[in-house]
């Protein structure tokens, strides 16, 4: 079949902003493409695939991988290409296709024009030799390549890439495009560090430049509806016994753990003082992460008893923090349902507990007698409510869709069951979509991929018209009817907020974000980062960095050769026995391409310092002993 097949060519027209994004790639030149969601980027990506395939033709051996960071974004480009390009052979390859139906790619690698590709695969494929070389293809499409950072198989792919260019193997290094809605900006809070961050990311993937809409900026707004943003501040609970209990439980909690004598006796305390001390704050991520790094480092230990002691510890640690973070969010009776559930299997091993353990279940017994006023109303539901009510009344209700992100899947749990309590919210039929998990999925709040599947349909066709979600698949939640999104005192960081924004897709549509007023800190309880700063930033980059050469770009690679790149936040997985040593090598890569590049730039401008390249020297001699 593959040998006789014939595709019907078409051919499809792009927008003239959308020429404008694809002009770069088509010429050949490596590109990140930056664009709002729902601009057209997946119809830009293929028509430079086509028009790639076109050129290589009769010059060579045209061979393209398309990579996506899941499953079903495969799945789906997959489909997208079949439609648009049904004149090239494609197929699609995933973790799910290899496991099930054992399809791997090297399978057809000489069948296919163009693969659809999940980047864990490719890379595993490269690194066990399956697929020889990455110069077997010609060319590479990253979808959301912001991910190109730190130990993403992404990035792990393009060391890949990188060690090939500077090897003296004379090979063709495949053509290399970006797609993402924002390059982001790290944790840049000025326009300097934001412009260092893309820098990176253009030094990562090897980018040339960066193309945005500019000539064109008048058509996108025509076609890309952008919604309108709120952000609404409201005040804590006047009552807060119930949170001011369980933090001062959390607190004797800590000190158990810090005080023992069973830890502080260990021959390991010394090393993990650090470890056991807790965040100040409490029911927030950042409290969920050392709990989490907590349970990490408790593993490790060497002394037995300790490790049994801390371990219920942490454990109750980890249910009150998320209790907290339920409870600032939603109902006082939806933390303690939460905390019911959790504590059952503590009630049920009561009589066999140890003393460590019984002190610590019994102080939890008494949080229950704290007298609470569940008719208390959190004022943050009481907004929300208001705001999902005044946006579906004025709005033709059969054809609108929210969608609202939390923080957690336990609170997306709660934040439903209240839905499901309140009149004018339970009509809506509201539904959870959070992070899918085919092991475990039946007893610790997440989906499996056929529930998410269903989920989506079903608010697609209107049976769930609101649907409360994390963060982890939002980029899967593109429904055309929605006109309305809420982040519920949940913004975490410029690509966040721009992927959330884009779900918005119908005309006159509302983005909002909800959040505490200021805290005794000064700062917005949760508004983690500020976002009209990050805006700013990522503007003023991007507009900085469009079109300048790779000549301008080399001083953001020479600072990354510096030390702009620490150890600890690119250096690739230690779990790829084969590419154990890679960060150095690819350390001493990028020092020589900056080298590279700062002679170039010095033969254009010769007044450049020449103590510069010797500090790059001596940077590259030091990584090569």
Known sequence: DDENWEGEEIEFKLRKYQQELAAPAIEGKNVVIVAPTGSGKTRVAYKIIQEHIQRLQGHGVPKVVFLVNQVALANQQGKECKKLLPMYKCHTITGDAQRN?????????????????????????????????????????????????????????????????????????????????????????????????????????????????????????????????????????????????????????????????????????????????????????????????????????????????????????????????????????????????????????????????????????????????????????????????????????????????VKTRELAHAIISWMKDTPGLRELNPTHFVGQDTIISSFKGFMTKAKQDDALKYFREGKHKLIVATSVDEDRLNITKCNLVIRYDHVTNEISKIQSRGRDRAADSKYVVIAEKKNKNGREGGIEHDQRGHDAACHHSTAGIHRKQSGQISRGIIKASRGGHSGKETEPSRKKASYDESWTVRSVMLSMRSVYLHVRQREENPRCPPCCCRRILDRTSDLQR
Request: glycine residues 4%; contains cysteine; aromatic residues 8%.
């Open 101 to 405: 139906k054992r399809e791997y790619l090297n399978d057809f690698m000489d069948k296919r024009d163009i693969l659809v590709v999940t980047a864990q695969v490719l890379f595993d494929a490269l690194v066990r030799k399956e697929i020889e070389s990455i110069s077997r293809f010609s060319l590479i499409i990253f979808d959301e390549c912001h991910l190109t950072q730190a130990n993403h198989p992404y990035n792990q792919i393009m060391g890949l890439y990188l060690e090939l260019k500077f090897s003296k193997q004379q090979v063709d290094l495949p053509q290399i495009v970006g797609l993402t809605a924002s390059a982001g900006v790290g944790k840049a809070r000025d326009v300097g560090k934001a412009v260092d961050h893309i820098k990176r990311l253009m030094a990562n993937i090897d980018a040339h430049l960066i193309s945005t809409v500019i000539s064109n900026i008048g058509e996108l707004r025509e076609y890309v509806s952008m919604p309108d943003e709120e952000t609404t501040t409201v005040a804590r609970r006047a009552n807060d016994v119930f949170g001011k209990a369980v933090i001062k439980l959390m607190t004797i909690l800590e000190r158990r753990m810090a005080n023992s004598t069973v830890v502080t006796g260990m021959a390991e305390f010394v090393k993990k003082e650090k470890e056991l001390k807790a965040p100040a704050e409490k029911g927030n991520a950042a409290y969920t992460q050392w709990v989490s790094k907590l349970r990490n480092e408790t593993a490790k230990l060497k002394d037995d008893k300790a490790r049994k002691f801390l371990q219920p510890c942490r454990s109750h640690l980890k249910y009150y923090n998320n209790a907290l973070i339920i409870y600032n969010d939603a109902r006082v009776e939806d933390a303690l349902r939460y905390l019911e559930q959790k504590m059952a299997r503590w009630k049920k091993k009561a009589l066999n507990m140890d003393l460590n353990e019984k002190l610590i279940y019994e102080a939890y017994k008494k949080l229950k007698k704290v007298p609470l006023d569940t008719s208390s109303e959190n004022p943050k539901l009481e907004m929300f409510r208001e705001m999902i009510m005044s946006s579906y009344s004025r709005s033709d209700i059969e054809n609108s869709r929210g969608i609202v992100f």
